[in-house]
T-cell receptor
Framework: QQQVKQSPQSLIVQKGGISIINCAYE??????FPWYQQFPGKGPALLIA?????SEKKEGRFTISFNKSAKQFSLHIMDSQPGDSATYFC???????????FGRGTSLIVHP | DTAVSQTPKYLVTQMGNDKSIKCEQN?????MYWYKQDSKKFLKIMFS???????INETVPNRFSPKSPDKAHLNLHINSLELGDSAVYFC??????????FGQGTRLTVV
């Protein structure tokens, strides 16, 4: 049972373009929605996170858009840079079941 | 100071051997996890350990066993290693429903 569905599996963007990764969840008890960034040979690290009481959160070039009624959230990377090339994971967790559930990941390549 | 540290970083071993991976966190978190990341980058939860409560993913073979000597440590023991166990194993910790901090990973290769 995959509780968090992530798409696309891979994404190629030109430098300066916008990267968009989407996730959908099933469990309405989820109340914490983080995005993690993973570089080769490293562990995932938190990039940005949102809770369902807001519809958008922005940190620099990274924005999470959250649609509670549709049970969807997305990551937008503005002005994508080659240094953003990494694997991105969406995740979700709840206070009741605190184990983070991860999407399957998106491999992002930003061409110079 | 590294928040979540796991050792070793690389582990190459023969089929049938028993091995352990150690994990320590200095963040004071109540919950620790083990994840397995396969060649397709999928992060699969194996175990979570919270305040002495162990939650096991039922799909994990019983050759895998977590051991927590105290709140800051969650080690992973693997018996009778198989080729299919080759993967990267990540330890992580968090407070409930907040950011998870990951270790650098242990790349296990079974030959």
């Amino acid at each position: 049972q995959q509780q968090v569905k992530q798409s696309p599996q891979s994404l190629i963007v030109q430098k300066g373009g916008i990267s968009i990764i989407n996730c959908a969840y099933e469990n309405t008890a989820f109340d914490y929605f983080p995005w993690y960034q993973q570089f080769p040979g490293k562990g995932p690290a938190l990039l940005i996170a949102i809770r369902p009481d807001v519809s958008e959160k922005k940190e620099g070039r990274f924005t999470i858009s959250f649609n509670k009624s549709a049970k969807q959230f997305s990551l937008h990377i503005m002005d994508s840079q080659p240094g953003d090339s990494a694997t991105y994971f969406c995740a979700a967790s709840s206070r009741g079941s605190y184990i983070p559930t991860f999407g399957r990941g998106t491999s992002l390549i930003v061409h110079p | 100071d590294t928040a979540v540290s796991q050792t070793p970083k690389y582990l190459v071993t023969q089929m049938g051997n028993d091995k352990s991976i150690k994990c320590e966190q200095n963040l004071g978190h109540d919950t620790m996890y083990w994840y397995k990341q396969d060649s397709k980058k999928f992060l699969k939860i194996m175990f979570s350990y919270n305040n002495k409560e162990l939650i096991i993913n039922e799909t994990v073979p019983n050759r895998f066993s977590p051991k927590s000597p105290d709140k800051a440590h969650l080690n992973l023991h693997i018996n009778s290693l198989e080729l299919g166990d080759s993967a990267v194993y990540f330890c992580a910790s968090s407070e409930m429903s907040t950011e998870a901090f990951f270790g650098q990973g242990t790349r296990l290769t079974v030959v």
